[in-house]
């Protein structure tokens, strides 16, 4: 969802910035900012709080990026390409499934006023749901794999990994997808690109790269 559905990844390097610059400690760059994607909440905040050395607790600072995350939830808007293919994909009867590391509440205050385009996924799950074992977040699959079993079970079918395309803007999630056996849609952030490395041998095959949803080839797939 984060940086691939809409811009809330640049929201949360904004928001970082700003705690960041209270206690004189620089910025996010991009070649920290591509480790933290994806993440659950509390492995990313523990990544920014070792990395910069900042005098908080991890309470004290999640406090602190929470209350100015929700002042600027309710900016945010979709990236190029994504309502439209989220509409064209519900209107074709295809199944799809969001999965975000994104915790509930966080996914709430980053979708309400958003609701036209999300409350058509079949299938939604947070990365807090009790089903995702502790520490089993993106990279791991568990997430993939319970969103799957989620659809099987509402539409009443047997789709197996190999019939799905993930969408990923994040190293992690771009891992992820691959251990769950999907083919891989890649949109990484323009700014990451080049911090990246070789992104054909971390596809390996299993996927492709694209600059934007926009450019999402769908009678590739024939859809």
């Given at each position: 969802m984060?940086?691939?559905?809409?811009?809330?990844?640049?929201?949360?390097?904004?928001?970082?910035?700003?705690?960041?610059?209270?206690y004189?400690k620089?910025?996010?760059?991009w070649?920290?900012?591509?480790?933290?994607q994806g993440?659950?909440?509390?492995?990313?905040?523990?990544?920014v709080?070792?990395?910069?050395?900042?005098?908080?607790?991890?309470?004290?600072?999640?406090?602190?990026?929470?209350?100015?995350?929700?002042?600027?939830?309710?900016?945010?808007?979709?990236l190029?390409?994504?309502?439209?293919?989220i509409?064209?994909?519900?209107?074709?009867?295809?199944?799809?499934a969001?999965?975000?590391?994104?915790?509930?509440?966080?996914?709430?205050?980053?979708?309400?006023?958003?609701?036209?385009?999300?409350?058509?996924?079949?299938?939604?799950?947070?990365?807090?749901?009790?089903?995702?074992?502790?520490?089993?977040?993106?990279?791991?699959p568990?997430?993939?794999?319970?969103?799957?079993?989620?659809l099987?079970?509402?539409?009443?079918?047997?789709i197996?990994?190999?019939?799905?395309?993930?969408?990923?803007?994040?190293?992690?999630?771009?891992?992820?997808?691959?251990?769950?056996?999907?083919?891989?849609?890649?949109?990484?952030?323009?700014?990451?690109?080049?911090?990246l490395?070789?992104?054909?041998a971390?596809?390996?095959?299993?996927?492709?790269?694209?600059?934007?949803?926009?450019?999402?080839?769908?009678?590739?797939?024939?859809?």
């Amino acid at each position: 969802m984060d940086g691939l559905l809409i811009n809330t990844e640049d929201i949360y390097t904004i928001v970082t910035n700003e705690v960041l610059a209270e206690y004189g400690k620089g910025t996010l760059t991009w070649d920290l900012k591509i480790q933290l994607q994806g993440l659950p909440g509390a492995q990313a905040a523990r990544k920014v709080l070792d990395y910069f050395q900042l005098p908080l607790t991890m309470e004290e600072f999640e406090s602190k990026v929470i209350e100015l995350q929700y002042k600027k939830w309710p900016t945010c808007t979709f990236l190029p390409g994504a309502l439209e293919l989220i509409q064209y994909l519900h209107t074709k009867k295809i199944p799809i499934a969001l999965c975000t590391s994104s915790a509930k509440h966080k996914f709430q205050g980053k979708t309400d006023h958003l609701r036209h385009g999300f409350d058509l996924f079949d299938v939604i799950i947070t990365g807090d749901d009790p089903r995702i074992p502790q520490g089993r977040g993106k990279p791991f699959p568990d997430i993939w794999q319970l969103g799957l079993k989620e659809l099987n079970a509402k539409l009443e079918a047997s789709i197996h990994p190999t019939e799905c395309i993930i969408f990923e803007d994040g190293l992690p999630g771009v891992t992820s997808a691959k251990a769950a056996g999907a083919y891989v849609i890649w949109i990484p952030h323009p700014e990451a690109l080049e911090f990246l490395g070789n992104t054909d041998a971390v596809l390996d095959g299993k996927g492709e790269l694209l600059g934007s949803l926009t450019h999402f080839d769908k009678e590739k797939f024939g859809i």
